[in-house]
């Protein structure tokens, strides 16, 4: 969960009980620090301690691509959860294909500054791979899904998934088992 941002948006709506995990001690910190419930902990190992239907809702937010067994963690989240929001950075974005053409480098984005070597991504990923794994799950509704531009607008709910994988920056998913 970071330092809590979200969670303290979240938090401050009618009738929210919101639960966190942070993997680094500075992130529960911060976050406990703004008064949120955050344990430290690592998503793909410790989500196995939840029960079924713990939650309502549980989100993975821009961090799918920095799990070490991505479809377990998915797997893991729709277990616990009535519904999953999970956003993450698509590396089919037309800007990160072009420089990789043209500069032949992994890409840096504003939302991925960090050269390859200090990124915590370890498994890059398109919209069209994680709809992809959705469909490996098995028995998983997708309730609604959007993709966003470099400056944060939707792109249209009725341009095709390859448009969307070449002009979404990012994408965000509910899901259900």
């Not at 277990?79 to 420089?99: A, D, T």
């Not at 994988?165 to 509910?174: K, P, R």
Request: charged share 20%; hydrophobic share 45%.
């Amino acid at each position: 969960c970071g330092d809590g941002e979200l969670m303290a948006l979240l938090s401050r709506a009618d009738r929210v009980r919101a639960q966190g995990i942070e993997l680094s001690q500075a992130g529960v910190n911060r976050a406990v620090a703004r008064g949120l419930s955050v344990v430290q902990g690592d998503a793909d190992t410790d989500l196995d301690a939840y029960p079924p239907g713990a939650f309502d809702y549980v989100i993975l937010s821009q961090t799918l691509q920095a799990t070490r067994d991505p479809r377990a963690v998915m797997e893991n989240l729709l277990r616990i959860g009535e519904r999953c929001v999970v956003s993450f950075p698509n590396f089919g974005f037309w800007k990160m294909r072009l420089q990789l053409l043209a500069q032949g480098r992994m890409p840096r984005t504003d939302l991925l500054p960090e050269p390859w070597w200090a990124t915590p991504n370890i498994h890059f990923c398109t919209i069209r791979d994680f709809v992809e794994l959705c469909d490996a799950l098995g028995s998983v509704q997708l309730e609604r899904a959007i993709a966003l531009n470099t400056w944060g607008q939707r792109i249209p709910f009725n341009a095709p998934w390859w448009f969307w994988n070449l002009f979404g920056e990012q994408a965000v998913f509910l899901l259900r088992r």
